[in-house]
């Protein structure tokens, strides 16, 4: 379901297809340092998150936003931030990023805004994306048994299903992407949710593979696009089994539905993620997350990318979370690194500038608006 404001979105603008929340509050410094890392732990001593290529790309491109010069001292920054106010901050960096339009993974926990909300605050449709994981677990806080548990999610699918524009898993969290392929068998099924719900404790969270390939295939059977977190992320995950060459039995399995597959993030992977998307019609890349993290090295990342993915085939998005100014980085790291690549292709011959200018609109937003329907 899209949740829409007076405005509309402006042709040419950026369509993100994976973002989250941001906060309703202001961060102190110690949670907005932890918004620019993966890791669970300090960082070095003598040093902060901000010693980073995200925290360097925060403080050259959203200082300006909040009437500050670029490269603003952390502690300068956010006390500006606290001038405006959490709301009004949030405004402005949104209205600066030069996004108009959202697709918003509604799974993670915390005081983050709804999709309405984000809408509000952005002036920008928000379309939902519905996290397979959470909603199963959901699900399981009220079901009394198996044949209840896999009835209840049946429907908790279809509804989904009526609403958002898309489902997202990450499986690659709960178990890794070294899952077995095929559909698993309705008796496996039951079983491994009846074991699974007798020893779950209160807000237990799934990670059985059998029910993880159930609520994959669930999601396949919509035929909606179905996002799949791959690569890199915090450290509940194993990045060596979040590979999405993983993937390519599932991906051959799931072929003749016709499902838009799309690989999230990727790196270091992310050169297998374009070649799975060169390969399979129904892959799909997307650099949301890598982008940031690499900030002054984003454009070699994502020359990288367009290597072997086919030019409509790959989708913008930043991946933020919980800070307005990762929509900011994300878009902007996307803007600079693609132009310049675009320019370079150009000047050379290699490309024509109109086929640039249509590349440049099918990654922004065009891919996307094809693959979700929007």
């Known amino acids: 379901m899209a949740h829409e404001t007076p405005g509309e979105t402006v042709a040419g603008t950026l369509l993100d297809q994976h973002c989250h929340g941001v906060l309703r509050t202001d961060p102190d410094l110690g949670a907005f340092e932890a918004f620019l890392t993966e890791a669970d732990a300090p960082a070095a001593p003598g040093t902060s998150f901000f010693d980073t290529q995200l925290g360097f790309a925060v403080r050259r491109w959203c200082p300006p936003l909040l009437g500050l010069e670029p490269h603003s001292s952390p502690e300068r920054y956010l006390a500006r931030r606290r001038e405006l106010g959490a709301p009004e901050a949030t405004r402005l960096l949104l209205g600066g990023s030069g996004i108009g339009g959202y697709l918003m993974d509604t799974g993670l926990p915390g005081d983050l805004t709804t999709p309405g909300e984000l809408a509000e605050l952005s002036g920008a449709p928000v379309h939902e994306i519905v996290r397979l994981e959470l909603l199963a677990e959901r699900v399981a806080n009220t079901a009394r048994d198996a044949d209840r548990f896999l009835a209840e999610l049946a ?18 969290y709960r178990y890794g992407l070294d899952l077995a392929p095929e559909p698993p068998a309705l008796a496996d099924v039951r079983d491994a949710a009846a074991k699974w719900l007798k020893k779950r404790p209160a807000g237990g969270r799934l990670t059985d593979p059998v029910l993880l390939r159930h609520l994959l295939w669930s999601a396949v059977h919509t035929r909606l696009p179905l996002q799949l977190h791959t690569g890199f ?8 089994r979040c590979d999405p060459l993983l993937l390519t039995d599932f991906i051959r399995a799931s072929r003749a539905s016709g499902t838009p597959l799309i690989l999230l993030h990727g790196y270091p992977y992310h050169r297998n993620a374009a070649y799975l998307a060169h390969i399979y019609p129904h892959v799909y890349a997307d650099m949301g997350l890598t982008l940031s993290h690499t900030g002054a ?12 993915t086919p030019f409509g085939k790959l989708l913008f998005s930043t991946d933020a979370y919980g800070l307005p100014e990762l929509y900011v980085v994300g878009a902007r790291l996307f803007r600079e690194g693609l132009d310049e690549l675009l320019a370079s292709w150009t000047a050379s011959g290699a490309w024509s500038r109109g086929d640039a200018a249509r590349v440049e609109r099918l990654i922004a937003a065009d891919n996307s608006r094809r693959v979700y329907g929007i």
């Open 155 to 172: 429907a908790a699918i279809r509804s989904a299903a009526t609403q958002a524009v898309g489902f997202k898993s990450i499986a690659a």
């Open 297 to 308: 090295r984003a454009g070699a990342v994502l020359a990288e990318m367009l290597e072997l």
């Open 233 to 240: 992320g915090d450290p509940d995950l194993r990045l060596e």
